[in-house]
């Protein structure tokens, strides 16, 4: 960084720390660019309890503790350095290589880098809890197919506490603190509790941005700008710094949890989403996965007070995980649109029915099932490839990129870190 007149300058800024932009920042001084990276939220170094947890996620005014679309779907997203990876569940997927290979965007090479630094590997058969086994058992007695799900777990040091959601406080997962550390170490410059307002630009080229801190305004300028601030926080940005067609489109692979009560099986201590089904996910547009929180309160806020009576020792879950389709919209004044869509309803219809009939045959009590509310984790398309930025991932602004989920051209329905992750990547190598 070079200072004149208190004037902060800076070969390349990177807009938010996930999964995109630490890889991008640890990626770009391995080669000796100079960075700085911008992120909203804090620097945490304690991790694994519900406390933490209320501390990660975004808040409305009008739903105390997580955030909500108009339509009352639960949208979960974290202001932090490392963003969704510390609270993620480790899946370690590849996800949309056709659609992306369909937009001359070819991975092979970033995924196996990914793949090798995250050191990632299926979930380890001893892991598994007594519920997860005998929902495989029952499963592939009606024809399904439970895989081991790949994850970027140390599971030598995992404790399967089942708390991924909360941040690891035994260090067991790989989250993208790990490359912004390396990325500092590199020599890049990291803000925290900062918040990047716009994208400065002269003559349709980046300047730089204009920032607040601690009540405070600022500029700091700028050769390159890379925005990496996740699928609500990207448009906003880009629709403040001009680009008026951000913020369409948006998907956020809708969830629910289904949980049924046994008389003794329990999926307590195991990582969560240990186990994943496939065989639904061409044809029918949705994945199942082992799925159980063993936080009362967390469930508590998906199910409601009748979460209260259900015995956690005693409870088995599946998650259902749909291609939702691109329905929502984050508007300029950062409320957000995003229905829950016939098509979608249909999908989740039958998830939810096949996962009714795979818990029975595990040994769920047929009149237990509770089933949770609308959720969406993987917060995307509202800055897609063809549509917002062309396929370096570069906007119309010259030297401002996206590189986060917002530029995903569908919804996944899988585990997108992983692909964020190769994007980044590839984006790296045609900015050395």
């Known amino acids: 960084m070079s200072k ?203 300047k730089g941005v204009r920032v607040s801190s601690n009540g405070e305004s600022r500029k700091i300028l700028a050769d390159r700008v890379i925005l990496s601030a996740g699928g609500l926080s990207t448009p906003t940005i880009l629709f403040r710094s001009g680009i008026r067609n951000a913020g369409s489109g948006l998907f956020c692979d809708t969830f629910v949890n289904i949980y049924g009560v046994t008389s003794a099986l329990n999926q307590i201590r195991e990582i969560p989403m240990a186990l994943v089904s496939r065989d639904f996910y061409q044809k029918e547009g949705f994945i199942l996965s082992t799925y159980i929180t063993p936080m009362n309160i967390s469930r508590f806020a998906e199910l409601g007070p009748q979460s209260l009576s259900v015995p956690l020792d005693k409870m088995i879950g599946l998650m259902v995980k749909i291609r939702d389709e691109r329905s929502g919209i984050v508007h300029p004044d950062g409320s957000i649109t995003k229905p829950v869509t016939i098509e979608d309803q249909t999908k989740l219809k039958k998830g939810i029915s096949l996962v009714k009939e795979i818990l029975t045959k595990a040994g769920a009590d047929e009149n237990s099932f509770l089933v949770s509310k609308y959720q969406g984790a993987h917060l995307g398309g509202t800055a897609a490839i063809g549509e917002v930025v062309d396929n370096n991932l570069q906007t119309e602004i010259k030297q401002l990129y996206v590189c986060d989920g917002s530029v995903l051209p569908v919804a996944p329905g899988l585990p997108p870190i992983l692909t964020i992750i190769a994007l980044a990547k590839r984006l790296a190598k045609t900015l050395h």
Not at 46 to 54: K, Q, R
Not at 130 to 138: D, L
Request: contains cysteine; hydrophobic residues 35%.
């Open 4 to 206: 004149n007149h208190r004037v902060e300058h800076y070969e390349t800024i990177i807009i938010g720390s996930g999964a995109g932009g630490a890889t991008l920042a640890k990626e770009l001084t391995e080669n000796g660019r100079d960075v700085l990276v911008i992120e909203k939220g804090e620097h945490f170094s304690s991790f694994g309890t519900f406390e933490n947890l209320l501390q990660y996620h975004d808040a409305s005014n009008t739903n105390k503790g997580l955030r909500y679309s108009q339509e009352g779907v639960m949208l979960l997203r974290t202001y932090m350095s490392g963003g969704s990876t510390v609270v993620s569940c480790s899946n370690g997927m590849r996800s949309l290589e056709k659609e992306l290979a369909d937009l001359n965007i070819f991975l092979e090479d970033e995924f196996t880098d990914a793949e090798s630094e995250l050191a990632i590997s299926p979930v380890s058969e001893h892991l598994l809890s007594s519920g997860s086994r005998a929902i495989r058992n029952a499963s592939a007695e009606l024809g399904y197919t439970m895989e081991l799900m790949p994850k970027f777990i140390n599971q030598t040091r995992c404790s399967s506490c089942g708390n991924c959601i909360a941040g690891c406080q035994y260090g067991a997962k790989w989250t993208a603190i790990d490359y912004l550390e390396q990325a500092r170490s590199n020599g890049a410059t990291i803000l925290n509790n900062t918040t990047v307002y716009e994208i400065m630009t002269v003559n349709g080229s980046v």
